[in-house]
């Protein structure tokens, strides 16, 4: 399992840029960055990045906001400047954005992202793309010339994931347990596929105070259509109940039960002060050391 972490809580470009810095320092697999709702844009920063693990990657980029021609070409040119290494995850977001803040009908995500994807993933094995659909009509190719990423889907439900499985190399998850991973996502995974788990985590001493404030703080995550009926499916009461809260040893711990889950690519969202931050991504990096 590679373990890596993510630019999640960095209020600037020159954060991200010393976060990738730090997992790399601290001989850590991967780094991540996420499209969040009025925040950096997740390709440009990773444009950017100086020193970073061997694989960098989106969890996600929004599908709605973008023409998959502009993400293929954005992706491909990433993957050439950097010379690999380009992990790209894609994902319909959530209608509170999509269609709330920038007015775009989220009436079919399911097929918007199947479209999304066949003219994607054409695109960056270098075809010629003709397409017209509900969503996309296209008449074109690329010609940037790289190596095509790994392209992987946001997926928790069970079309979703049967979609990443027809048409995407693996699926990008979060707010999920070992068990979730286990029955829900790896039996509708292909064998070979990538699963990502992104991983709140709170290093504390007082793990039920962390959830209570995780639980209150993150309340509208429970209340998304596509989380609240996966943290239904399997009798959770909200994105509280899949955070690891604990010292060094429960970190530990769980990255090692999302292992033995099937999980390819842990993703750990280290919360908490930056002391705390430190310390996590410490436990981290002897896992890695161990793995190897």
Do not use: C
């Amino acid at each position: 399992m590679r373990i890596g972490t993510s630019s999640v809580g960095a209020g600037s470009p020159a954060e991200v840029i010393a976060a990738a810095s730090d997992a790399a320092q601290r001989g850590l697999d991967s780094f991540w960055t996420n499209q969040i709702p009025g925040g950096w844009d997740p390709l440009t920063l990773l444009a950017v990045l100086g020193e970073r693990p061997a694989e960098i990657g989106t969890a996600i980029v929004a599908t709605y906001p973008r023409h998959p021609v502009t993400t293929a070409t954005e992706a491909l040119t990433l993957q050439a400047a950097r010379s690999g290494g380009l992990v790209l995850g894609i994902g319909p977001s959530h209608a509170w954005y999509v269609q709330d803040q920038l007015g775009f009908p989220y009436t079919s995500p399911l097929r918007h992202t199947r479209e999304y994807l066949t003219v994607l993933r054409a695109l960056l094995h270098g075809e010629h793309v003709q397409h017209a659909g509900e969503f996309f009509t296209v008449d074109t190719r690329l010609d940037v010339t790289a190596p095509p990423p790994p392209l992987l889907m946001s997926a928790l439900g069970p079309r979703m994931l049967d979609l990443a499985r027809e048409l995407a190399d693996g699926v990008v998850t979060t707010w999920v347990t070992p068990k979730m991973i286990t029955e829900q996502v790896v039996p509708r995974t292909a064998d070979g596929a990538r699963v990502v788990a992104g991983l709140p985590t709170v290093l504390t001493t007082d793990p039920d105070g962390a959830r209570e404030a995780i639980a209150r703080d993150f309340a509208p995550v429970g209340q998304m259509p596509a989380y609240r009926a996966s943290f239904e499916r399997s009798g959770l009461s909200g994105p509280a109940d899949t955070v690891v809260a604990g010292d060094e040893e429960a970190i530990a711990e769980a990255v090692t039960r999302f292992r033995d889950a099937g999980v390819t690519d842990l993703v750990v969202l280290p919360l908490g002060s930056a002391e705390d931050r430190a310390r996590t991504l410490d436990v981290l990096r002897a896992s890695v050391t161990a793995a190897r």
